[in-house]
Structures are given as structure tokens and as C-alpha cells.
């Protein structure tokens, strides 16, 4: 989103927006609750319901805005949050007024839209607005991204989550000539993880691709699962080492787009009993402080494990080989 340049004060700082939950209600008035696992492209996809024939959904909208919103003494006054979602395809417009929580750059609410009035794809954003210089409903700031509702589509994905690149580690130009043997690296310090698979490991791509309960598919299962905690622990670690901080206090801010959503979605595991913005603080304070650091990183471990699905699917690959294994003895 371009930045705009207003005749009044504006907002500095970065306004992170996601969708923390969603739900759909079915002709006989039960609501169903969506699994909305976080997307490194800001898709919720309500196409993944059971509900045949759901008429609304609802999803839960969080927003984060810098301290100065509502600090005493800025240029602005009655500041509020609001929520969008607009379509172009049906002139979709439907706003809410979020709420602030017990953390106070943390705001939330509810946003209800009826499944007839999106034809596809409806786009989701929040505004600051407040009262400057007398004159009300200005808009004070906006996220940098928007967030995607696609009401068809059962994956939540707006194009290719992560970049997939083949190479031979032995001949690559860059450290991993000195690790011939590693399956693969993530890197997450670029516009999007990227994940190398190493052309020297014989049928690696070829696990990778495989399904089904077949050997080389459970394999492939497994391998996915632990790449998958790979790709989450790395993203965690470049997301911190990514962080934005205000200007009037120092606080550590959310990165923009998929790195903040990630380590948001990360720290619901790593510290469970705290509120976003302070799970943030405290990992941060750890991370640059003198003790604490390391006792987190079995937490991460464990987040990175949830997030990737390990557990289950290790139980999986258990049952598929006693199957296995009883299929050849007899």
C-alpha cells in the first residue's frame, strides 16, 4: 500500500492488522469455528468450512497501533479503530468499531458479512481515525498490508506462501559448499522464506512430492513435518531480529507483513499466559539481555513443533509402518 501524504498530522509508526478468528453460521443457526492458522500471505480461507450453505461469517479482527494513538498531548484527539471490508465485484462496505484491550495498543472486535454479498475475494483493512484541528474523522494511519477473505478457496493462500529452489549444496557458490550433506536451508531474511533442498541428497525432491501410505509417502510426510519446524523456527528468529521500535518509548514493535504474523502466532505457544504486545517486550528483553534467552528455546522448539503439525504426523508415520509391516508379514 503507498504511503499517503495528508495535510494534518498523521500516526507515526506501524499498524499491524490480522485475523485472530473465524467462524461461519449454517442455515440452522450453529456457528462453526475455523481452523485460521496464520498465513505468511494474509488469506483467512472460508472455503475450508463444513457448513453447507453457511449465510454469515464472522471474523474476529485484531489490530496494533503505536502507543502515541492515545497518549496525552498529541495533535489528535477521539481516536477510534475501525475495521473494513469491501469488495469491488459488489460494492462491498462493511465497517466496525474495534475495541481497545487490556494491552492498550491492542484493539479488537467483531466483523460480521452475509456469504451473499462477496462474490470472491473481499480485502479487509483497519484506519486510526481521529479529531485534528477540530475537524473529525481523519484518517490517522493504516497498515502498510491489507488481509485477504476469500470465501471460496479451502487453503488460505493468496500465491505461493515460500520459495522452493533445487541446488546442489556441493557446487553452490555460497556457504553450503562446506555442508555437502544437509537436506536443506531456510532462509527467511527475504521478501519471503525461501527453502534450498540439496540436488546432492538422492530422491529428497522426490520424498518431498510423495503421498499416499506407500514407504517413500510416509517418508515424505515426516520430512515435510520437520521442514516445517525448520521453516517456523527460522522465521521466528529473522521476525526478532527484524523489529521496529516507538519512538517516544523505545517499545518494540511487530515487523510488517508475514514475518510480524508469524512471530505473533509463535509467541501464542512461547508465552501463552501474555497479551501479543507483551509476550514481544518480553521476548525481546530476554533476547538482548543478560539471562533468559536460553531457557525460551525450548519453547520455541515447542511452538515451531505445533505449528508444523510434528506430533501428529510422527504418530502417523508410527501407524502407517506397524501397517506396513503387518501387510508383509502375512
Not at 534450498?196 to 510423495?210: C, G, H, P, S, T
Request: net charge negative; proline share 6%.
Amino acid at each position: 500500500m503507498a504511503r499517503v501524504i495528508r495535510p494534518y498530522p498523521t500516526l507515526k509508526g506501524t499498524v499491524a492488522l490480522r485475523v485472530q478468528a473465524a467462524s461461519v453460521k449454517g442455515p440452522d443457526g450453529d456457528w462453526e469455528h475455523l481452523d485460521v492458522a496464520v498465513s505468511a500471505d494474509r488469506t483467512t480461507a472460508l472455503g475450508s468450512a463444513d457448513t453447507v450453505g453457511w449465510n454469515t461469517a464472522r471474523l474476529r479482527v485484531s489490530a496494533t497501533v503505536p502507543a502515541k494513538a492515545t497518549a496525552v498531548g498529541e495533535p489528535w484527539a477521539a481516536v477510534t479503530v475501525c475495521a473494513i471490508l469491501t469488495e469491488g465485484a459488489t460494492n462491498l462496505r462493511v465497517i466496525t468499531l474495534l475495541r481497545p484491550s487490556e494491552e492498550p495498543t491492542e484493539w479488537v472486535g467483531d466483523l460480521d458479512v452475509l456469504r451473499a454479498d462477496v462474490s470472491h475475494r473481499a480485502t479487509l483493512t483497519v484506519q486510526v481515525v481521529g479529531t485534528v484541528g477540530g475537524v473529525p474523522g481523519r484518517i490517522l494511519a493504516e497498515p502498510d498490508e491489507n488481509w485477504i477473505v476469500d470465501v471460496r478457496a479451502a487453503q488460505p493462500e493468496r500465491g505461493q506462501t515460500f520459495t522452493v529452489r533445487e541446488t546442489a549444496f556441493s557446487r553452490s557458490p555460497t556457504w553450503l559448499r562446506n555442508l555437502p550433506d544437509l537436506p536443506w536451508s531456510v532462509n527467511a531474511a527475504g521478501d519471503r522464506p525461501e527453502v534450498r533442498l540439496n540436488a546432492d541428497v538422492e530422491r529428497l525432491a522426490e520424498l518431498l512430492d510423495a503421498q499416499g501410505d506407500t514407504p517413500a509417502g510416509v517418508v515424505g510426510g515426516l520430512l515435510l513435518a520437520q521442514l516445517g519446524e525448520a521453516m517456523w523456527t527460522a522465521t521466528f528468529h529473522a521476525a526478532l531480529g527484524d523489529l521496529e521500535f516507538d519512538e517516544s518509548d523505545g517499545t518494540p514493535l511487530f515487523p510488517v507483513g508475514w514475518r510480524g504474523e508469524a512471530l505473533r502466532d509463535m509467541l501464542q505457544t512461547v508465552l501463552p499466559d501474555r497479551t501479543p504486545t507483551e509476550a514481544l517486550r518480553e521476548v525481546h528483553r530476554r533476547r538482548t539481555g543478560d539471562h533468559g534467552w536460553a531457557e525460551l528455546q525450548s519453547r520455541i522448539q515447542a511452538a515451531a513443533q505445533e505449528r508444523a503439525s510434528l506430533a501428529k504426523v510422527v504418530r502417523e508415520t508410527v501407524r502407517a509402518l506397524e501397517k506396513i509391516d503387518r501387510e508383509e508379514s502375512e
